[in-house]
């Protein structure tokens, strides 16, 4: 009768085992199914300068998040972008008693990263337009190239950008898909260089890529 008892509670600890490792699968299956990733390529336009103000392509950003109910996400995000502008000679003041007269080649790196939020109006469907946030700081890279000499400065500041955009799944059933995005963004970083003061960033932009 002993050695029948423990077969039995040997069986009932195994279906309790094979029970909780479905369980937990399951649960895993479903954080899995509502995480997504974004990478994307992204255009950038500078506002309110005139230093390295030339539009560019020269940028990615990466993001990852989590869908904390249908329509509502949390997650992640690190980008990059530079622009770059040239500047025929001209003669700049330096001091009271001295001037300089070069062309020059100014360069803009922007790295912002942090958090993000997103709302998505439609769960599910080929095209599911949504509204976000990001949140963060930014590091930057001002500087101004003179012949073999450069002026730089890397400022750190707060960095805010509000976006919206779509994500548009050729197969709705299926994660993988193509990520489109407008945004603007203002960082309140400062510089001081050869040609004067940078009072904080503004840019604008569109991002392409693909989401899975």
């Known amino acids: 009768m002993k050695t029948m008892n423990r077969i039995l509670k040997l069986k009932y600890a195994l279906v309790a085992l094979l029970a909780l490792s479905f369980t937990t ?6 954080v899995i199914d509502d995480m997504y990733f974004n990478i994307d390529w992204q255009m950038n336009a500078p506002l309110n300068t005139d230093f390295a103000n030339k539009i560019s392509g020269w940028g990615m950003n990466f993001e990852a998040g989590y869908y904390l109910t249908p329509h509502w996400s949390l997650g992640a995000f690190l980008s990059f972008h530079t622009n770059h502008k040239y500047v025929p000679r001209q003669t700049y003041p330096i001091s009271p008693t001295a001037s300089l007269t070069t062309d020059q080649q100014q360069s803009a790196y922007r790295l912002p990263f942090g958090l993000m939020a997103s709302y998505r109006f439609i769960e ?40 919206i955009g779509l994500n548009i799944y050729p197969m709705p059933d299926k994660r993988f898909g193509f990520h489109v995005a407008g945004y603007y963004s203002y960082a309140t970083n400062d510089s001081q260089l050869l040609i004067g003061t940078l009072d904080g960033q503004q840019s604008v932009g569109f991002r392409v890529g693909v989401t899975f």
């Open 124 to 163: 599910t469907g080929y095209v599911r337009p949504y509204i976000g946030a990001k949140l963060g700081a930014m590091y930057a890279r001002n500087t101004t190239y003179v012949n073999s000499t450069g002026w730089y400065d890397n400022p750190w500041g707060f960095y805010v950008s509000p976006e």
């Open 25 to 30: 699968k399951s649960q895993a299956q479903n």
